[in-house]
């Protein structure tokens, strides 16, 4: 084994303790305090008293949520970039984590009964149009160029924050206050049950991805190559697509909008473990896990008046990273 590869090998080991210790500080910060043995006793030996209550019913879904969404907008943000093999990808930045926002705002302000369930999916559905949309308006005749589907994916974006304030302009008073914290990303409706709801569409991306790892590898090479290798670039294509839609609309639909998670982590990522996606997915997962645990951990502590939106938290980190990934290919070019 070479020296990077016993090095991506022991960069697991402390992606998992990082993920571990992350959730393990987001449970335990909070005006309530929570001790170690408290927490030992609450979860295996089942106790029911108001430290368990809070750790069982608020923070501990909440973490696992923030861990579900920070792994999921990671692995979508690896499979984008793949994809379009153009590392500035993003369903925050191409539109697409827009796109399932209009989604589940279409059935969870204008529906009065509980549509929990069908949020997800209705999510996923205006994920992949946005994502259609920008492919579309950004293709020409010699290809999609990475710098004109950045452009075409700030323009849809930007027409669906219209439709989002349009919406949420038209709703009913009542739960305009709570959509409006949502679209800032809001990992503070974290329960057992939206934990729950969550899990089979994150578990479901994330094994696809991995499955299509060496179809990834293949992708980055060029259609041409990846073609003369044997793969069947268009419905390995699809299939990412299609995939990485799934995971961010999901995650939008329980946590609002939350940017740059799928932009930083990847990078983050190939540094420690290579560009190998067998590799890079799962150590992208727990490095999008831990680094929004601890966005959300900062959010609820950084201000005393109340939390922060854990949105406003990733993007005051992401916004200076993608200006300096957009200089440094400006003068790749």
Known sequence: MTGGGKRSGAAFPVLAAALLGALALSASTGPVPISFRAAFDAI?????????????????????????????????????????R?????????????????????????????ASPLLP???????????????????????VSPERLILMGVVVGAFLNAVIMLMVTLAPPGKVPGALYWL???LGLGTPRRVAIL??????????????SRGLDL???GDHAAFQAGLSVER????????????????????????????IVPHGARV????????????????????????????????????????AVTALAGAPFFLYLLRRNGRRS
């Open 44 to 84: 295996f030996r089942g106790t029911d008293d108001t430290a368990a209550r809070v750790l069982l019913s608020l923070r501990l879904p909440r973490a696992l949520l923030g861990a579900l969404v920070g792994g999921a907008l990671a692995s979508s943000g690896v499979a984008f970039q793949a994809l379009l």
């Open 121 to 143: 999916l209705c999510a996923f559905g205006g994920a992949a149009l946005s994502a259609l949309a920008v492919f579309l308006l950004a293709r020409r005749r010699s290809g």
């Open 184 to 186: 800032m990303g809001d």
């Open 236 to 263: 390995v294509k699809t299939a990412t697509y299609l995939t990485a839609s799934l995971l961010a609309g999901s995650v939008v639909a329980v946590s609002g909008l939350i940017g740059f998670v799928g932009l």
């Open 219 to 221: 992708l980055l090479l």
């Open 272 to 311: 420690l473990v290579g560009s190998g996606h067998r590799r890079l997915l799962p150590a992208a997962f727990l490095l999008g896990g831990a680094f929004l645990v601890l966005s959300d951990t900062l959010a609820r502590a950084a201000s005393p008046a109340g939390e922060l939106p854990v949105g």
């Open 86 to 114: 153009n590392p500035l990808a993003d369903p925050y930045i191409l539109g697409v984590s827009g796109g399932a926002a209009v989604g589940a705002l279409s059935v969870a302000l204008f529906l009065s009964a509980d």
């Open 199 to 212: 899990f089979p569409y994150v578990a479901l991306g994330t094994v696809l991805l991995y499955l299509l």
